[in-house]
């Protein structure tokens, strides 16, 4: 892979294997195409958009069955926002198609910062890219709803994103806290419906009856981030000194798996047994 990172200080440009550094002046967005080889063997294009003003980076993609996925990192606010727009089948009995939204909190450690991702570009922009590294799947239990007409507080983008996700909209009890300490209303959170034994349900492939609540799962894997920063040295000077500079990324691949409640099975048709 080649790719190209823009620094503000380098020694001649350093040509590597994965990036080359080079001197260039950047507006407040950038936006980055990358192919991918999806998991089920087709190539994808994945659009890596970074915000330097509102210090946020979107990365957007279609699966091969024509989900639209949407994830949002906002480093500013400490959230993350995972979206899946789903088609469904109307012939037999479902929506057109479902928005499911999945906030939660940043780990600022999962992509690289917002202003390394605005000065990433890529030699090659028609070659499939693969992970260097693959992560393992990140288990979240969802036991918490966002309120979606009072969830601008949390991150101006979820009107945005998510504002179709009227019965699909879920957080964690762990998270809101983090984020009630910062000053967030609490009405925007809701806990799941109290008048159902949660303890109880099943998992949605175990239950038969289609309009009994149960517990439905939904996966996804990023194919292809920039995880981590690299760092070169140049040449020692007169002094013998050696000064480190940002050169390249690595890339990694990371999947997610959403547990979370739902009324009835209907809502989940694409949770089965494997």
Known sequence: MS???????????????????????????????????????LIGEEILDANRENDDITVEFKQGDGTHITVVFDFKRDVRIVRALILGEPEQGQNQYQVLCFVSRLDHHEIIPTES???????????????????????????????????GHLNTLIHNVCKEAHEGFYTRTADTKHWLDKGIEAIEFEPLPQTVDVSGLQRCPSTLDPWQPCFCSYHLRLEWLPCLLKYCRSRRGAAGRTNPYKCGIRSCSKGYRFDYYVPHKQLCPWDEET
């Open 3 to 41: 790719f190209r990172m823009f620094a503000r200080e380098i020694s001649p440009p350093v040509r590597i294997s994965l990036l080359v550094v080079t001197l260039v002046s950047l507006g407040i967005c950038s936006e980055l195409k990358v192919r991918v080889r999806l998991s089920d063997g």
């Open 117 to 151: 991702m605005a000065r990433l570009r890529q030699k090659n922009p028609h070659l499939v890219r693969t992970a260097e590294e693959k992560r393992g799947v990140e288990h979240l239990h969802m036991d918490m709803v966002v309120n979606v007409s009072h969830a």
